[in-house]
């Protein structure tokens, strides 16, 4: 699952200001979030005596027109009220992924040709696909390299009307998407040497 940029990006914005809010509390600042301060609203104000501090976090480019309210902003705070405006540029880290062609027919070929724990659900166990692969780990040796990560994998799954583990509605047949992850080995070429692991998600049938 891949989260949404913009989603993603709302989340960073909204933990930097907390962030800074909760530092400024700690320092026995009265502290304030989306307040207005004459026609505007600031992002973050904090307070102590006299003192006004007013923050603006900036998440990627601004139109024209929010610099323009941002500008006002600070200078209703400076020239006005004779506080300090601080502009706070967010950066979240960015995304490193990592991808290796053809991974999801490994993998789908391990589940083709190895199956016992997806056979235990079913009469029949019939593997669709792989799909959803995220790599979380590559470490890389002279001859071979040592691959970890987590993926969906798509069954067909039918049951026998005598099967012990067969559904009530007697025959059946259906389709799920499992989760797994998994630790394999592949040489230089990505040819499979070895499987350390595949560990399917099967609770939901338990």
Known sequence: MRIRQEIAAKHWLDAAIEDIASRYLAQGYAVAKEAPIGNAR???????GDELIVMEFKLGNWSDERTNEVGRLRDEVVHRLGGKFNLVVVTPPK?????????????????????????????????????????????VGPNRMRVEGAGVVLVTLHWDSDAENAPDDATSETSD????????????????????????DTSSYL
């Open 42 to 48: 600031a992002d973050l104000i904090a307070r102590k």
């Open 95 to 139: 995304e490193k992924r990592i991808e290796i062609k053809g991974i999801e027919d490994i993998l789908c070929q391990i589940f083709l040709t190895d199956i016992d724990e997806l056979h235990k659900l079913a009469s029949r166990t019939h593997v669709e696909a792989v799909s959803d692969v995220t790599i979380t780990a590559v470490d």
């Open 177 to 200: 998407s499992l989760p797994f992850d998994f630790a394999i080995i592949l040489d230089n070429n990505l040819h499979l040497i070895d499987v350390e692991r595949i560990a399917v």
